[in-house]
């Protein structure tokens, strides 16, 4: 936007230039037109003094760009990002860095990183993070691996001089983890190698909790403690290890830093609660923020003091203190830990040190900025939904009316904020599009018959773990996957899967570097595999390499590849992740296709989908207990799977691919009280109280009758259960729990072994030797062509254009347009550029166009003007659609329509500024009224209402003098605008009901006049005021017929007095009084 404001506009070059060119990124495709400047002196460069970041492409990183190039511009950088390889060395005007951060992938990570240490003398600090998706290793290795990068950091760092080292270990979001997830630690070696550490020594450790980053209850949030030090042995002070999982602490232990940082009971009155639904979150007052930090330079350890508190938090209130910003809130929570140990009490309010507050006040901050993130979400979130589905749009509400706004969808083990992603334009991540390939499966278990007996849906972990085959050398994987137990032991069971199903499909989410998603199908009997990208890409080397590698292990034959693999056009650069959902959808299911009309509603859907189905994957979800009980549960002839042997990173992201089916027994599970979903109406009766368990373990537990029929009956030879499920399929079916907000009336769905009779008929057509009927594919052009005119495609096409900005008016279209309009309806029409809006000169509003070029809508409003112009009526009142969310919903009024075309554009930094009102600078025809009336104001009733209402019958003939200027000044207070014809001002303000706000908020670099106040913008647009400023401008010679009233003969004299011609005003009245002419 900046840049083609600078095209535009020269005064914006410079703001644009600013930000523009603060980072720049280099590639082959623009390398030698940076490298071109080489040949003109930097000095003299306009955006060099602009430029902070130069980002280089891994194929431009190279040895003589880092060493020849970069040094003759790196003096004036503060910031290098280089992406792929390391560098093998900086130039020397890095010498002065302090800080280093290195992304560490399993085939990124190098020996080059030794040389870029040594060539940093002054490193102060080093961060190194692993990719951005945690599934590349699974629970039972992160450990290890971590542990192993730690120990290679320290090996290539001077630590003669190291004081502290701060740990943060993040553990990928898996429901049910416990204190045995960390086991895997190599804590013997870290102790041993800390230990060699000279400047560290002490025996303490200091254990953070946060639950996968977010914390599902702050009343049991604690830092800091080193009362559970005995499980870890002898550790060296200085050391901060932060793990990211719950459990640390065991409910009710004694530790010193529960107490210090625990909110007490009557500060949560004030707090939106945990439980409370989105929609009402978006409407809580939270307290202010602030993003200014005055005493910034202050270290985090320095804000604590051993003083007494002199307040609590209530205080903050009173002094009126806003939360300090994220980043700093973070920083204080880190430290808090060591300064409880350091007898630390009371921390220094930032911005106003002498206020010191209790600890607790951190986890006060804490959960406002949760909460105030949150908020800021889901109205982001509010402004972007639409859709042109109304029942999808009452869906969607009726969830964010019912779901919370904190905790966790334990079945996908997501949390609630992550949802906001599905309804926004913004790209999704991993473990959403892992969700709903585990929404998918869910609804293959439902289909069940052959379809989900030979098809497997895997995440984006089978992705990951395929990648970490590379490097292969002669045939033989050489990458981590050799270190990784858990991912050859996930291999290797979905190795075993395809080749036990000689008619075996399986479909794959695959990632591309960089936010991008793409899906690949294998098919086992044609040794074929087939690649899907809404982009048309090439496909991506290194899985295919993989792939291929896998495929060979597992039949020993090659497979063949292609890139056919039907699959919707990508048409923006955010969709990719629902076009790839939707890619398999519609290969196993028959879905239509994603268009760009339907791509908000897709994303709706997936939004429902993943609240609807939690409640199944709650019954399905892998934890550990539910896992101990995998014997009792009838399994598809998938891969066996034991409890003992099973990974938990495998079974916590692969259960469903596992092929559990779903049973009659397992559908009457009731759901824990504490999960998070919509609170809506049991379905099933309330269990007994007393009957209810703690946990989910004792849910699942089934009584011996149970577990030996389904023993039972998954021992049964497959003829047996068809016929057993054949008969019972026309009288029993299951009635699944599901929220009422995503049914019209209860749905009952048969079993997935049972037999559809249409499939039955088939295949018993088959067995007979006649042709089935084959099911009806769908297709893309078949779903978005066939009844469709071409008229309707352009308009279509013409309303996207708008909608993404890349809209160009043709200048034949645009005169034919305005032709029409004002030759045939209105010849002072006003236009805008984009012919989307048009000007009816004689009510002054404006008319929007369905589409630019079509003048349909200006015409209706030009039939009703012929009638009156005058305001439409109001429209009827929409009844309310009969839908299930009277359920759980209250009756409330219907909303008004929103303006989708309405875009609201967030102002970062704005000022004050007097409202200007209505004047000549605004509209002209405000100039034309003031310039042509002396009226003090207007917009009140007629003066013979105010002589009906005060005297009732009485005539205004026969008023006296006192009577009428009572009249006349009932008549002064019911105006709604008054005129000033102050020098320097001359313009109309609102007063009354809606007065002038008095104040606008403008840009602060702006020049221009600002724009008048809301409610002076309304005054514009009443009836009566429009009615004033249309009367055209008087001849001179009639001005004399002014009334009266309006004549301020009191101005006349001062103005007259001003320029010494009071004398002969005088005269003129007294030549022109009634008594000069003997009246």
């Given amino acids: 936007m900046l840049s083609t404001c600078s095209l535009v506009c020269t005064g914006w070059l410079q703001h644009a230039r600013l930000r523009m060119f603060s980072r720049i990124f280099i590639s082959l495709h623009n390398a030698h037109r940076f490298g071109s400047l080489l040949a003109a002196s930097w000095s003299t460069t306009s955006f060099a003094p602009h430029v902070r970041a130069i980002e280089l492409d891994d194929k431009v990183a190279d040895d003589f760009w880092t060493s020849e190039v970069l040094p003759k511009y790196v003096a004036r950088f503060s910031r290098l990002t280089t992406s792929g390889a390391l560098p093998k060395s900086l130039p020397s005007a890095f010498d002065v860095a302090t800080h280093l951060e290195v992304d560490y992938g399993p085939t990124s990570f190098s020996h080059r990183l ?153 500060i949560f009155s004030t707090l939106p609660p945990t439980s409370l639904p989105i929609t009402q979150l978006l409407e809580w007052d939270l307290p202010p923020q602030t993003d200014v930090v005055v005493d910034g330079d202050l270290q985090p350890s320095q804000y604590f003091s051993s003083e007494e508190p002199c307040g609590d938090i209530e205080d903050l209130f009173k002094f009126a203190l806003a939360v300090p910003p994220r980043r700093l809130v973070n920083n204080l929570n880190a430290a808090a830990g060591q300064a409880v140990i350091e007898g630390k009490m009371s921390v220094c309010t930032p911005g106003n040190p002498q206020v010191k507050l209790p600890l607790r006040v951190l986890t006060y901050w804490t959960y406002l900025l949760d909460a105030s993130d949150a908020q800021k979400t889901w109205k982001a979130v509010m402004r972007v939904k639409d859709a042109d589905d109304l029942d999808m749009k009452l869906t969607v509400h009726g969830v964010l009316a019912t779901l919370p706004w904190h905790g966790h969808l334990k079945g996908f083990g997501i949390r609630v904020g992550d949802l906001a992603q599905l309804l926004s334009n913004q790209y999704l991540e991993a473990k959403i599009i892992d969700a709903l390939i585990a929404v998918l499966t869910l609804r293959l278990c439902r289909v069940g018959g052959t379809l989900g007996e030979n098809t497997l849906l895997l995440d984006s972990t089978f992705g990951s773990f395929l990648e970490m085959l590379h490097p292969i050398v002669n045939g033989i994987a050489e990458g981590p996957i050799k270190e990784s137990k858990g991912g050859r032991k996930y291999l290797e069971k979905h190795r075993e899967w395809l080749r036990s199903r000689p008619d075996g499909q399986l479909y794959s989410v695959v990632y591309r570097p960089e936010e991008h998603w793409t899906v690949c199908k294998v098919v086992a009997r044609e040794r074929h595999t087939q690649y899907g990208d809404g982009l048309q890409w090439k496909r991506p080397q290194e899985f295919f390499e993989s792939l291929g590698l896998w495929l060979r292990d597992q039949n020993g034959a090659e497979f063949s590849t292609t890139d056919d693999l039907p699959c919707a056009r990508q048409t923006d650069g955010v969709n990719c992740g629902i076009i790839a959902i939707n890619a398999i959808a519609h290969n196993v299911f028959g879905d239509p296709l994603w268009t760009t009309k339907s791509a908000k509603a897709l994303r709706m859907k997936a939004f429902c989908d993943i609240v609807k189905d939690d409640t199944w994957m709650k019954v399905l979800h892998p934890c550990a207990e539910v896992l101990s009980h995998a014997d009792s549960i009838p399994q598809r002839s998938s891969p066996s799977i034991d409890s003992s042997d099973l990974d938990l990173a495998d079974g ?136 469709i005119s071409h008229a309707a495609t352009k308009a279509r096409e013409l309303r996207n254009e708008v909608k993404s900005g890349a809209f160009q008016a043709s200048d034949t279209k645009t005169a034919n347009f305005r032709r029409k309009i004002t030759s045939e309806w209105d010849s002072n029409a006003e236009f805008e550029e984009t012919c989307k809006r048009v000007r009816c000169s004689m009510c002054s509003g404006w008319v929007e166009m369905k589409e630019p070029y079509n003048i349909a809508r200006f015409k209706d409003h030009c039939n009703k003007r012929m009638q009156g112009c005058t305001r439409a009526a109001p429209p009827e009142p929409v009844k309310k659609p009969k839908t299930t969310l009277d359920r759980f919903l209250t009756a409330a009024p219907p909303a008004k329509p929103v303006n989708k075309k309405l875009k609201v554009s967030k102002v970062l930094k704005t000022v004050n500024r007097p409202c200007p009102g209505l004047s000549a600078a605004y509209n002209p025809q405000c100039g034309v009224y003031l310039e042509r009336s002396g009226a003090a104001g207007g917009g009140a009733r007629a003066f013979g209402k105010y002589v009906k209402d005060i005297f009732g019958d009485k005539k205004t003939a026969e008023l006296t003098k006192t009577e009428k200027e009572l009249a006349y000044a009932a008549q002064h207070h019911d105006q709604t605008w008054r005129n000033d014809y102050a020098p320097g001002i001359m313009a109309s303000f609102a007063v009354g009901t809606n007065a002038c706000l008095k104040t606008v908020q403008v840009d602060p670099h702006s020049s221009a006049l600002p724009q008048p106040c809301t409610s002076c913008l309304l005054l514009f647009t009443s009836k009566s005021y429009q009615a004033v400023i249309n009367k055209p401008l008087p001849e001179n010679g009639n001005f004399k017929f002014t009334p009266k009233r309006s004549q301020n003969e009191h101005l006349g004299m001062q103005f007259a007095r001003y320029k010494g011609l009071e004398q002969l005003f005088a005269e003129v009245a007294i030549r022109f009084s009634p008594k000069y002419f003997g009246c």
């Fill in 114 to 266: 030794e040389d870029i240490i040594a060539s940093l003398p002054r490193l102060e600090t080093l961060k190194v993070r692993y990719e951005k998706r945690p599934s590349y290793y699974p629970v039972i290795d992160f450990g290890i691996q971590y542990i192993r990068v730690l120990l290679d950091i320290l090996s290539h760092i001077d630590t003669s001089l190291m004081i502290s080292v701060s740990l943060d270990f993040i553990i990928p979001c898996i429901a049910q983890l416990d204190w045995a997830v960390l086991m895997p630690f190599e804590w013997d070696v870290l102790d041993a190698t800390l230990s060699r550490l000279p400047a560290l020594r002490g025996p303490v450790i200091i254990p953070q909790e946060v639950v996968a980053g977010v914390r599902t209850n702050f009343r049991d949030w604690r830092i800091g403690s080193c009362a559970n030090s005995d499980k870890f042995g002898p550790r060296a002070t200085g050391v901060v290890v932060g793990v990211r999982t719950q459990g640390l602490w065991p409910e009710g232990s004694d530790n010193e830093g529960l107490d210090a940082l625990k909110l007490p009971d009557y």
């Fill in 652 to 787: 916590a992201q692969n259960v469903m691919a596992a092929g559990f089916a779903i049973d009659e027994e397992h559908l009457r599970v009731c759901m824990a009280s504490d999960d998070v979903h919509p609170e809506i109406p049991s379905q099933i009766p309330a269990p007994d109280p007393a009957a209810e368990h703690d946990s989910d373990v004792e849910m699942w537990k089934l009584n011996p009758a149970e577990t030996s029929s389904l023993k039972r009956r998954a021992e049964e030879p497959l003829e047996e259960q068809e016929n057993r499920c054949g008969k019972a399929a026309k009288t029993r079916s299951v009635t699944i729990v599901t929220p009422a907000i995503f049914l019209r009336k209860a749905i009952s769905i048969p079993l997935p072994n049972s037999v559809d009779p249409k499939a039955k008929k088939n295949a018993s057509a088959s067995a007979s030797g006649k042709k089935a009927k084959p099911a009806p594919a769908i297709t893309e052009s078949s779903s978005a062509v066939i009844g």
